[in-house]
């Protein structure tokens, strides 16, 4: 499970989307994601708040459109 955060101040983060019960990811494989962002943010984030297996999570690549 994870959240794709923006935010500008660090004190003031919006979630724009929650990611929960996802499986059966491989090696390589692609994911999107849609969510609605009216607001420029400076800075984007990834929280990782669970994992189905396994010690670590791996990110290859991320575009926001």
Do not use: M, R
Request: proline share 5%.
């Amino acid at each position: 499970d994870f959240d794709i955060i923006g935010y500008n101040n660090p004190e003031n983060k919006t979630t724009l989307k929650s990611i929960t019960g996802e499986s059966g990811w491989t090696p390589h494989s692609i994911h999107e994601y849609s969510f609605l962002n009216d607001k420029p943010y400076q800075y984007y984030t990834i929280v990782v708040k669970s994992v189905q297996s396994g010690a670590h999570v791996e990110f290859a690549e991320i575009e926001f459109k």
